[in-house]
């Protein structure tokens, strides 16, 4: 079993609307980098650490926090080139929500303890028209850290998107319509 299969499996478990698949061959999902977002990641991690080594090993003055300040923030930056670049050109669609479905699970928090806490996200199965053809989608979402923490929440979120008709907003890859994001375009890859 391969790294594709794995993602594969892990994105599809529980969920009822199985995404529909917009990749060609056999590929995994890597992060999304350009030569420049990679460069800029690179050189924010190493300014990032590289501080807080030689502050630990007491040979540096602790201003250098300073430095490795600005590194993270320069990291942080590389992943808002990266989406500005991958989704530069997408088009916006019209889309007919055809099915939704929203679930509980649980997600590990990050940082100390590691607890788990309980939130709602949703899948949606969309169908648009673009450049004379109709595509069937399971759009992503813009920020995967779309979920909330009540049900009543996630269905206020929905809502909120999707017109009374099940009319949404999807934008689509130019090059493969199949891929396609709910409502906006995601500032991070």
């Given at each position: 079993?391969?790294?594709?299969?794995i993602q594969d499996q892990a994105r599809e478990s529980g969920w009822r609307i199985q995404s529909i698949p917009?990749?060609?061959?056999?590929?995994?999902?890597?992060?999304?980098?350009?030569?420049?977002?990679?460069?800029?990641?690179?050189?924010?991690?190493?300014?990032?650490?590289?501080?807080?080594?030689?502050?630990?090993r007491q040979s540096l003055p602790p201003w250098t926090i300073v430095i490795s300040i600005a590194g993270l923030?320069?990291?942080?930056?590389?992943?808002?080139?990266?989406?500005?670049?991958?989704?530069?050109?997408?088009?916006?669609?019209?889309?007919?929500?055809?099915?939704?479905?929203?679930?509980?699970?649980?997600?590990?928090?990050?940082?100390?303890?590691?607890?788990?806490?309980?939130?709602?996200?949703?899948?949606?199965?969309?169908?648009?028209?673009?450049?004379?053809?109709?595509?069937?989608?399971?759009?992503?979402?813009?920020?995967?850290?779309?979920?909330?923490?009540?049900?009543?929440?996630l269905k206020k979120y929905l809502v909120s998107k999707i017109t009374p008709e099940n009319r949404c907003r999807?934008?689509?890859?130019?090059?493969?319509?199949?891929?396609?994001?709910?409502?906006?375009?995601?500032?991070?890859?």
């Open positions: 079993m391969g790294l594709k299969d917009w990749q060609t061959g056999n590929k995994a999902e890597l992060v999304y980098n350009t030569p420049l977002s990679g460069a800029m990641a690179l050189a924010g991690v190493a300014l990032f650490l590289g501080p807080i080594i030689l502050i630990l923030a320069l990291a942080v930056l590389s992943r808002v080139v990266a989406a500005r670049t991958k989704y530069r050109g997408w088009i916006p669609v019209d889309a007919i929500v055809l099915d939704r479905e929203h679930r509980k699970r649980k997600r590990r928090r990050k940082g100390k303890g590691g607890k788990t806490t309980t939130v709602w996200s949703f899948r949606l199965l969309c169908r648009f028209d673009y450049q004379g053809q109709t595509y069937e989608a399971t759009p992503e979402c813009p920020d995967p850290t779309i979920v909330k923490k009540t049900e009543s929440a999807l934008y689509v890859d130019p090059d493969n319509p199949l891929h396609a994001v709910f409502h906006e375009i995601p500032w991070f890859a």
